[in-house]
């Protein structure tokens, strides 16, 4: 992305998802991650940030699974909540 004045880019990230089928309605997820934040923001603040994305996209994740309509794979553009 070009940059923009006033905003700070983030130089690198990136990451890697690993799940595992621990029973039959168990996945353990594994989510590594390094970013570099780049500018003034502080690691820790980087890390907690991250912390917390990653745990929400998870519960998204638990509430997409637990919807019925979730039970078919494929592209299904029939839901208006879908991409």
């Known amino acids: 992305m070009p ?4 905003y700070q880019r983030i130089p690198f990230s990136e990451g890697s998802w ?8 168990t996945t353990r997820v594994e989510y590594v991650q390094r970013v570099e934040p780049g500018g ?3 690691q820790w603040l ?3 940030v991250g912390v917390t ?3 929400e ?3 998204a994740l638990r509430d ?3 919807d019925s309509r979730s ?3 494929g592209d299904d553009t029939s839901d208006p909540g879908l991409p």
């Open 64 to 66: 997409y699974a637990a």
């Open 53 to 55: 994305e990653v745990a």
């Open 71 to 73: 039970t078919t794979c």
């Open 3 to 6: 940059a923009v004045d006033g």
């Open 40 to 42: 003034q923001v502080s």
């Open 46 to 48: 980087s890390d907690r």
């Open 18 to 25: 690993t799940l595992y089928a621990e029973q039959a309605d």
């Open 57 to 59: 996209l998870l519960q």
